[in-house]
């Protein structure tokens, strides 16, 4: 059974820091692996999708990475800003379903 | 392309009452799920359609909830009566297989008071 695990569970950085965010999961025989963004109340906002033939994906200042074989995904943000503040969740498929870690929510210091 | 549209954004409703949301998913994606996530935890699957076929119902509480995808296009959620517990917000999420990733739309955020 696919488990999802994020580390940590909250975090606050000071504006501009560079930051890293945890993803681990269970079976490493994964299609893909998902990162999404929620604020408070809304839905998910899909961030980068990274497929298991890949080890990253950037887009503007996010970058994940991906380790398959050690069942790892870090989610990098350089120069944070005040509003990266936002919950972040990792999601890999299982049997057609998403299985989600419990998100790590970020907190930017202006 | 258009992403998954949900509806309403907000609902307050007394304990008691029922209530109803809309999903209508990105064209062409056959799978499609209904999320319930609870303040300060994950998303929580209730059920998740092939077209118009269920899939998984198994987390439903299906004594008060129920859901249906006619036409294997756009879902709605009811729920019947409420109980304070089903305040959360609600998902919606399409895909057109599990490599090509998954949308969400912005959510319905309900408050059973």
């Known amino acids: 059974k696919q488990e999802v695990t994020q580390i940590p569970a909250a975090l606050s950085v000071p504006e501009g820091e560079n930051l890293v965010l945890n993803c681990s999961f269970t079976d490493s025989a994964i299609y893909n692996l998902q990162w999404f963004r929620q604020d408070p109340g809304k839905g998910l906002t899909s961030l980068l999708l990274?497929?298991?033939?890949?080890r990253e994906q950037t887009s503007g200042r996010l970058n994940a990475s991906l380790d398959k074989s050690s069942g790892r995904s870090t989610l990098y943000i350089a120069a944070s800003q005040p509003g990266d503040s936002a919950t972040y969740l990792c999601?890999?498929?299982?049997?057609?379903?998403?299985?989600f870690g419990k998100g790590t929510r970020l907190h930017i210091l202006p | 392309e258009a992403g998954v549209a949900q509806s309403p954004r907000y609902k307050i409703i007394e304990k008691r009452q029922s209530v109803a949301f809309w999903c209508n998913p990105i064209s062409g994606h056959a799978t499609l799920y209904w999320y319930q996530q609870i303040l300060g935890q994950g998303p929580k699957l209730l059920i998740q359609f092939q077209n118009n076929g269920v899939v998984d119902d198994s987390q439903l509480p299906k004594d008060r909830f129920s859901a249906e995808r006619l036409k294997g296009v756009d879902s709605t959620l009811k729920i019947q009566p409420a109980k304070l517990e089903d305040s959360a917000v609600y998902l919606c999420?399409?895909?057109?297989?599990?490599?090509?990733?998954?949308?969400f739309g912005s959510g319905t955020r309900l408050t059973v008071v």
């Open positions: 999601a890999v498929p299982s049997d057609d379903k998403i299985i």
């Open positions: 999420a399409s895909s057109s297989g599990q490599a090509l990733g998954y949308t």
């Open positions: 990274i497929q298991s033939s890949q």
